[in-house]
Nanobody, 121 residues
Framework: QVQLVESGGGLVQPGGSLRLSCQAS????????MGWHRQAPGKQRELVAA???????NISNSVKGHVTISRDNAKNTLYLQMNSLKPEDTAVYYC???????????????WGQGTQVTVSS
């Protein structure tokens, strides 16, 4: 099995920064695409940023310029650095990871449990 553990969310004032982490563990042969999604109350879940196995990134226009996505393959960990946070960034943030499990012949997508980010004064 595979587990994703997220951390780094919290309450921050407008203009502040947070760094989210998502660590994958378990029977992992290889990790491919990784990404962060968010869901605000009453809204659909949306892609924030994604990074593939060769570090190509895709950043949503809604956060472009104030987030950076990165990964540490040695630690099976995905990061999202968020700066200049705004109240509209308030949401539950989920990581999503595409993994080739050991002994499997297919790729599977896994979601983290979500971490709350609240931007408020």
């Amino acid at each position: 099995q595979v587990q994703l553990v997220e951390s780094g969310g919290g309450l921050v004032q407008p203009g502040g920064s947070l760094r989210l982490s998502c660590q994958a563990s378990g029977s992992i042969a290889r990790i491919y695409d990784m990404g962060w999604h968010r869901q605000a109350p009453g809204k659909q879940r949306e892609l924030v940023a994604a990074i593939n196995a060769i570090d190509d990134t895709n950043i949503s226009n809604s956060v472009k310029g104030h987030v950076t996505i990165s990964r540490d393959n040695a630690k099976n960990t995905l990061y999202l650095q968020m700066n200049s946070l705004k109240p509209e960034d308030t949401a539950v943030y989920y990581c999503k990871v595409r993994i080739w499990r050991s002994g499997s012949s297919v790729l599977d997508d896994y979601w983290g449990q979500g971490t709350q980010v609240t931007v408020s004064s």
